[in-house]
Structures are given as C-alpha cells and as structure tokens.
C-alpha cells in the first residue's frame, strides 16, 4: 500500500484566519485530525446545525464521528480549559474519549505558568506583547529548559513530587518578580482554586489515550490513512519567521509540523494557506494596513472581530499582499482559502496593498519588525462587489467584481484560490476543483 501524504491547514497572517471552519470542511475527506502546535490560546469557532461552538485545545475534526483526533507533541495542555472543553462537547453529545488520542510528549501548562505569564506581561509595561496570558510563553520555556512536565508523566508515581518542584521553582520567580499572589486570580479562581480544579483535569486525562502519537500517525501513513494536520495562530506570529518579539512561542509555519507531531518532511503533502479578505491582529506588534478610521471600525463590527480566546477587540486593516507572499514562501502553501470576504460586501470599493516604501524607496523583500513599524503601503483600489455572496454554493455564482477580486490576488501571488468561504456557516463553501 502507497505511504499517505499529511495535508496542511495553516493561518498566514497573524492568526484568527478562520482555519477551524475549514478544517471542520474539510475533515470529512480524512482519517485523523492533529493539532501540532500552540495551545489554548487559540481559538476555533466552528458553527453548524445553528449552534456556535469554540475549541481552544481539542482539534476540529472532533465533530465529525469516525475520525480519530489527535492532539500532538507539539502542544501545549492545560487541564482546567481541555476538561471545560470536554465537557462542552459532552453536552453537545460528543464523547471526546472515544474519538481522540494524546501524545505523551505533550507539555502541560501549570497553573503557576498562567501567572508567570501575567507577571511577565506586567514586567513589560508599555512594551508588553499582548499575551493571551494563557501560560503559553512560560510553558514552552520550561520545555525548553528541559524541566517541564509531560502528559506521560501523570501516570508516573514521581508525578505529584515532579509537580511540587516546578511549582515551588515557579514560585520563587514569582517572588522575585515582585508579583502579588494574594490578589491574583486565574481565571477569576486564586490559585489554590484552580490549582484544584486542574489536578480534578488532570486525573479526567488519565482516562484517555495517552500514547506516542509520532508512532501512531507514522503507522497510519504507512496503512495509507489519510491525515490532515491542523495549525493554530498564524505564519507572521511564527517565533522565527513572524515579527519577533511581538509573537507566540512555537512553529506556526509547514516546518513546525514535523517537530511537532513527528512525521517526515516527506510526508508532506498539501498545504492550505487560509487568510481573510481583509487583515487583523491582536495585540501589539507591526501592523502595516490597519486602519484608524470608521472602516477600520466597520470591518471590525460586520466581522465579529473580537478573540475567541479573549475577548479582546481585533485591529483591522486592508489585505497586505507582500505578508501574504511571504508567508506563502515561507509555507509552500499549495492550495489557498479566502475567508470572511462577506464582510466587504457593502463596501463601495477595496483596498489591497500590493507593495511597500521605506523611507521613499521601494522595498525588494518583507521588513523586519523595526522597518514594519515604518514602512508605508501602496495600495491597488478595487471596486466593491456590492452584493451578499452568502446564497452562492458555486465559484459562477458569485458576483463577477468578486470573482475579479479574487483573480487579482491569485495574479499577484502566484497562487490559486481553491476554497472561498461566504458565511460563517459549514455549509456557507465554496471548494473549487482541480
């Protein structure tokens, strides 16, 4: 039997593209779903059958019956939001233990993390990076520093003694750092609080499958199952490639799917490159489009553009077309997938920026963070296609300026739109063939 490739579902621009939607599309095509990166401060919204539901750690696929998701060794696990997740779908009539497996590799997110994460932020004062202060960046630090805690060593009887030592460790730089733990609140629970709530997770987890997922997707490309390897955040939030430090701790981009569910770079196969129609961002960080005026406001108001995770209001700008090549070189995206072009529906005319000045020269290449911050777009205006695209279920349905829209991008790029989502709905795709 041919080895199975592992298709690609990746945001490539700074997170929030809309990658859950289409993974939860496209996921009726596969045999298993794998989150490989990031943890629970993403947030996939999927919407179906008229309910809403938001995923932060379990992968999107968990909604389909007879695919088996798997939350890989590239990310990161808290247990207090996993369990609040499990229970959701539980309620939903979704019984997460029997359609999902976890890597023993996993890294899990103490609660002492989340508040490392808080003071760290607060540390930084006017120069904080807008952390979803989810314990993320601290996490993924102690897994580096090669003391932190896996989803294997809950089994361990060393497990409760290992937990003790990182938290007192967590503690004592806690201490240093000057941060008040008596007013301190995780989720609005102090930390004993919480702290009881997440080993109540924790011993939740026990119950599922905790294997070497590297092993077990391997032997499923090897019986030509089928995998679909789902991203969180976005490739210009990469903490290589994206505008450093104003990002998240781990691979966003193709290369980081490798690391973080053990498979082969030749195991590669598709790479969906999933952006929106127009941008945003969250956070601090370079933002070359955004826009301070009342269409800013409005993209931001028609587009719901408000974290998942968060809550926090979005910054909004035009479509940037250079980040866009970029992150599109930096992926070998194969296949690309617009999104949430609804929004625009109404507007008289678009804006896309198709290059960038620096200081009065035209610029060859993608700006480092400082030159980001100062660099001025030129743009291409576009007339607006004055018309809901929502009804189209087929490319020649939708409105000609559209569809003029959409080729001007691909021309641009390079690249080919295979997807065009109009509404937020599941059924609200467009999947063009070959």
């Not at 490989?36 to 539901?53: D, E, R, S, V, Y």
């Not at 090897?222 to 789902?230: P, Q, R, S, W």
Request: glycine fraction near 12%; proline fraction near 4%.
């Amino acid at each position: 039997m041919q080895k199975s490739k592992v298709d690609v579902i990746l945001g490539i621009q700074w997170g929030d593209e809309g990658k859950g939607k289409i993974v939860d599309v496209l996921a009726s095509g596969y045999d298993i779903v794998a989150r490989f990166q990031g943890g629970p401060n993403a947030g996939h919204t999927i919407k179906f059958g008229g309910m809403t539901h938001v995923l932060h750690t379990i992968p999107s696929g968990i909604f389909h019956e007879g695919k088996v998701n798997v939350i890989g060794n590239g990310v990161l696990i808290d247990a207090c939001i996993v369990c609040e997740e499990i229970e959701n779908l539980r309620k939903a009539g979704i019984e997460a233990r029997d359609r999902m497996v976890i890597s023993d590799k996993a890294n899990l997110i103490l609660p002492t993390h989340r508040l490392l994460d808080a003071a760290l932020e607060q540390k930084k004062g006017s120069k904080k990076i807008g952390s979803t202060v989810k314990g993320i960046g601290p996490a993924y630090t102690d897994k580096v520093a090669r003391c932190g805690l896996r989803m294997g060593d809950v089994f361990a009887s060393s497990f409760q003694g290992k937990y003790e030592a990182l938290k007192a460790d967590h503690l004592l730089q806690l201490k240093n750092l000057g941060f008040d733990l008596e007013a301190a609140r995780i989720d609005g629970k102090t930390l004993a609080e919480y702290e009881k709530a997440w080993m109540s997770g924790i011993e939740e987890l026990r119950s599922f499958q905790v294997l070497p997922t590297e092993i077990y997707l391997n032997r499923a490309l090897a019986e030509g199952k089928t995998v679909l390897a789902e991203g969180a955040q976005g490739s210009l939030l990469d903490v290589d490639f994206g505008s450093y430090p104003f990002v998240t701790s781990s691979s966003t981009v193709t290369a980081g799917v490798c690391v973080g569910l053990g498979v082969p770079p030749s195991a590669i196969g598709k790479v969906y490159g999933v952006f929106k129609a127009y941008c945003t961002r969250v956070g601090s960080g370079p933002f070359p489009t955004e826009l301070h005026d009342a269409t800013g406001e409005e993209l931001r108001a028609k587009g719901h553009e408000f974290g998942a995770t968060t809550g926090r209001p979005r910054r909004t700008g035009w479509l940037d077309l250079p980040a866009l090549r970029y992150t599109l070189m930096i992926n070998g995206i194969t296949d690309l997938v617009v999104m949430k072009a609804d929004v625009m529906d109404e507007f008289d005319t678009v804006k896309v920026a198709v290059g960038y000045t620096l200081d009065g020269k035209k610029m060859e290449y993608y700006p480092t963070t400082e030159q980001a911050e100062r660099v001025v777009p030129e743009y291409k205006e576009l007339p607006g296609w004055k018309s809901s695209i929502g009804q189209a279920r087929r490319y020649e349905e939708l409105p000609a300026a559209f569809r003029s829209y959409l080729d001007f991008i691909c021309q641009e790029t390079g690249s080919q739109i295979k997807v065009v989502s109009v509404g937020p709905d599941r059924e609200e795709t467009i999947i063009r063939g070959e």
